[in-house]
């Protein structure tokens, strides 16, 4: 597995060690390229700051919050509206962003009276919500304001609110990494265990960590766990309730999603109240089959995951080979930030047939790296912290049908007309589940044999302009090469699902199941 | 009646209507050719203004990071300015232009940028790089001063400042256009060209709309030049569009070259746009040509057709950039409208005393507010509390507020990525006009009938 050296960064020798090629055979005991190291300034690295990794990836996914940044007005305004973290009490977190808007003379003389007034404002703004996190920046960080004090002086003003305190700012750590773990640490030092679950309902209470609700996706996964007669008692963080959160030491397992973001807390839960740690999949048929059961060994109630596996595979099954037959071979890079390319990078493959040829992380450590390229194919390349131009390089050797990646990297990669997918928010999510996961397929299909590729790719100067065709249809460009048997299946199926999936989950009701004590009493 | 021009109340901001100093500082330097800047500071600094402006032109633009970590922030952070800067350097062989953008970061810490562009210049530049055109330029944009306005405003100054210099007179003109779209820049170019007159334009940012080419890579950027800029000196005039965008390298060049120089009005709307002919008149003697009248004609038609029966007394609250909220306001007034609310995003003590918000305390014959330092709780607090409104005029930022209002918005400004391809279409000039005023009408007539209320009066008009 030797490293990957790239044409455009020759000059710097520290990047020498970041990228490797997968070769036959090779374990990563041969090589595994640096991570989560300083970014070497002026290369356009595609890393963000500690502080949107605190705030804006785990912080604001929280529901029901009042989430204030104390800083300059810009951390605020950039991380507002830039990502897909739905809630079911119609988007509060997403709506609304709170500023101190620091000024110059703040800087000069402090900012903690300044604190205060917009913390005392905002809950006048909002007197429904009780909660809030304050936010600490690199401003309000350098002049050493205490934000912990403020909050306790504004809890004790106000004996009905609760405030948490996130000292994050922009410079802590070499990418938005180091803010996962700020908080991560912050939270269960400051919150967990301060009080109790509203109630338990269930012998099976869980805590779902590291999981966003990017277009729903927690909502999705919710609906497993409640179909098995299992509580989630929190979702650390999205959709999450900030109470809820507070109660995180009574559950019975943490189930953990994004381990790159949250196994911070999964640690500290094990090590301080004994709660196990389960790391699972909500990505792919059999991951998502696998996850739910291992739930089930550790509750005991395999019969009712199974039961949901088969009901869900039957279901969704035809219409995800129908897209597997039409993508196997298809050339795929998977370039997210941090987890994702573990969490897809071997089922993508094995569940739709496309061939992960690179993998990147923007912030990921060297975990994230093993446990993806022991998942990709052989050949693939890896990179840690890419920059534009290493992106550029690759995505001209490689030559991928699609790339999985950011908004504005997407948009480099239209311009050598490549298709993107959005890594981060989704296309058309949620993703996760069976339905999700369909719905992946589906947007990875749409987006590879999109007639308006072949359309970019004629140069009416110089190439004989067809002229037979009034249009392509993406079955004309898919079906072309597929055997009479496979395109006429009678089995297989386009996706079914409707344009929003969730509004359904919302008002659905669940089984109760029969509570072991309670069934003691009545016998 | 009365029309009051006051500072938001509370201290904080619920909902930013602008982001700060640096991101202004970046999108300026993206319209100069061959230059890409380095944000001294965090890396979010630089990474979620590439997403903002990507998310506004649907394409990507280079700027990088010094990529501060807590080691520089705690020692010093100048020596990532001098790495960035060779890194930079060595990999993008075109670059010649390099903005060094401060943050509020770094103007913390006291960083001395100048003294690393001097080092540089001194060290870095003449021994790894001889002969190689390369201008490092600090700019100081401090986020916890002004807003991404004067981040824009300060930018322009230092580009103008660096590189100009006086040689022969050029006979052209400067046209410093402040933060628009590349629609805007099309019409305006256009303008230019029916009265003759040979322009630079600052900031050459029509290629930001940039195509997606059959071969090779496309890398959107302006097209500004170091000649451009070297040139303005020497210019017969300078007509600054906004006095907030673009006034400081206006007046920087009236001082120090004495070049006639006129500042504003923004040309949105018809009269506004006339004005604008009339100062490139002034300033060019030349003369308005017939087809200019024409096209005014049918812009004139156009608004003719909808102010009396759609646009009369339809109430609108308008916020954004500074100029392009007055000469909204302003265009809404001659159309019929009724601006009652304005709202301003920085805390510029120069928009209490602006003659064009003066104009309209004095005669606006029914209330109106205008806030300074304000943000969106102004306007969403108003509503809540019982302001009628038919209309918002304002980004994609405030986009909630009209979704759960049910108040009808025209997308207007930066940023507009809720909507498809806005940046193409101009606000200025008479194109500008028509392409304003029927948003306007479409986007009333689309309500009308979602909310059924007179929808069928559209049968015949």
Redesign the interface.
Known sequence: MPYHEFE??K??PERKKHAVIKGPGEDLTSALPLGYL???????????????GAKHVIGTPMKDVIH?SH????????????KRYISDNDNFQ???????????K??VFGAEK?LK??ML??FK?FPHIKRMTIYQ???S???GDDLNAIAQEVMDELPDVDIFVCNS???????QSGGHHKINIAWINQKVGTVEPKAITSDYVINYVGEYNIQGDQEVMSDFFKRMGVQILSTFTGNGSYDDLRAMHRAHLNVLECARSAEYICNELRVRYGIPRLDIDGFGFEPLGNSLRKIALFFGIEERAQAIIDEETARWKPELDWYKVRLTGKKVCLWPGGSKLWHWAHVIHAEMGLDVVSVYTKFGHQGDMEKGISRCEEGALAIDDPN??EG?EAM?TLKPDIILT????G??A????VPYLNAHGYHNGPWKGWEGWVRFARDIYNAIYSPIHEL????ISK?EIPGDKGFVTQRMLSDANLPEEVRNSATLREYTGKFDCLEALRHKTYPTFERKAAAAVAG | MHCEIKDKE???????I??????GAQFASIGIKDS?G?VH?????V??????I??HL???F????????????VFGACG??E??????L??YPHVKVVPIIS???TE??GDDIEGVVRKLNEGLLPEKYPGREVHLIPIHT????G??ISGYDIAVREFVKYFARKTEPSGKLNVITGWVNPGDVTALKHLLKMMDIDATVLFEIEAFD?P?M??G????HGDTTIEDLRGTANALGTIALNRYEGGKAAEYLANEFDIPTLIGPTPIGIRNTDTFLKNLKTLTGKPIPEKLVRERGIAIDALTDLTHMFFADKRVAIYGNPDMVIGLAQFCLDLEMKPKLLLFGD?NQGYKTDPRLLELAENVDYDMEIVTNADF?ELE?RIKEGLELDLILGH??G??ISI?HNIPMVRVGFPTYDRAGLYRHPIVGYAGAIWLAEQMANTLFADMEHKKVREWSLNVW
């Open positions: 455009c960064s000059c710097i300083n970014t070497i300034p002026g290369t356009i690295s595609e890393r963000g700051c500690a502080y949107c204030l800083g300059p007005i810009g951390c605020t305004y950039d991380t507002w509206q830039t997403i709506k609304y962003t709170f500023a101190t808007d620091m000024k110059e703040h800087v300044l007034q917009n404002e905002a703004a920046t690199c401003a960080a350098l002049i700012p922009g410079f802590a750590g070499p990418s534009e131009l550029l001209e950011g908004k504005r990297p948009e480099v239209k311009k050598i007309r970019s790719r004629l140069d190439d | 509370r201290a904080g901001i619920i909902n930013p602008f982001t700060c100093q640096p991101c890409i380095i500071g965090g890396q979010g600094c990474m979620f203004v590439r997403l903002l990507s998310q649907k394409e990507s280079e700027l990088a990071s010094s990529s501060v970590h807590e080691d520089g922030a990532r300015v790495q960035a800067v060779d890194v930079l060595m990999r943050t509020c970061l913390v810490i401090p986020s916890f001063v807003s991404m940039s997606l059959p071969e890579n496309h890398v959107s805390d709780w607090n994609s930022k986009r909630f759960d």
